[in-house]
């Protein structure tokens, strides 16, 4: 039994640019620098830089072995499904360009520190999350709604949508103090009819940063 936490995500966008907030701008730049665009053979997704390793959901890259993945202001490039964790729903992606050679393998893919693991917190506590389906990374407002307990890693048991959302399953879920809350896994189907308004604010997995930090950690 797994505990996961779901959250909406709104439309809403935020950029670091006219925000007198040192804090929000802080938190949008650790949010996009640590943003990874994942593409696979059939969805785009994202990737969340922790630990010094590329975290993604095993919703995501499911069985495929190579992917491509872009990080910040890069160009795509192969990146190697290194190990799986069918409890946690977690995957890690080794990219190309840190397999080459034993000095590049040793490169930190952010030279900032890991940012604070927080835990969920009050249904409405806002969130924000990247979007990686653009040109450009964008940063999404959402919201936390509940915890819940699944029993199984079998996407039907969770009734979660495949391949979605499309642009942020995969990536990481920050709070706006900079605090890492968490990794998208996957689209909860909608409970209702397709264009209602339930429908229209997508309701997101997530699995808690301590999950997503401890598998990080836990290859050497």
Partial sequence: MNKVFLFTRTKATVASSGIDSPGIVSTIMTAI?????????????????????????LLLVANESEVAVRFKNGADIPAFVTRRDSRRNLAELLPSS???????????????????????????????????????????????????????????????????????????????????MGLALGEKDPFFETGSR???????????????MEFAESSV
């Fill in 33 to 57: 620098g640590r943003t990874v665009r994942v593409r696979t053979s059939v969805t785009i997704g994202a990737g969340a830089i922790v630990a010094d390793r590329v975290i993604t959901s």
């Fill in 198 to 212: 339930e429908s229209s604010f997508p309701k997101v997995y997530a699995l808690p940063g301590r999950e997503v």
């Fill in 98 to 180: 840190r397999a080459l050679s034993s000095a590049k393998r040793l490169a930190l893919l952010t030279s900032s520190p890991d940012p604070k693991v927080g835990k969920m917190g009050e249904i409405g506590h806002p969130l924000l999350v990247v979007c990686t389906d653009a040109d450009a990374l964008q940063v999404h407002v959402g919201s936390t709604l509940y915890g819940i307990e699944v029993m199984k890693r079998l996407e039907e048991s969770w009734n979660i949508r495949p391949n979605a959302p499309m642009g942020l399953i995969g990536g990481g879920v920050w709070s706006t103090d900079g605090t890492f």
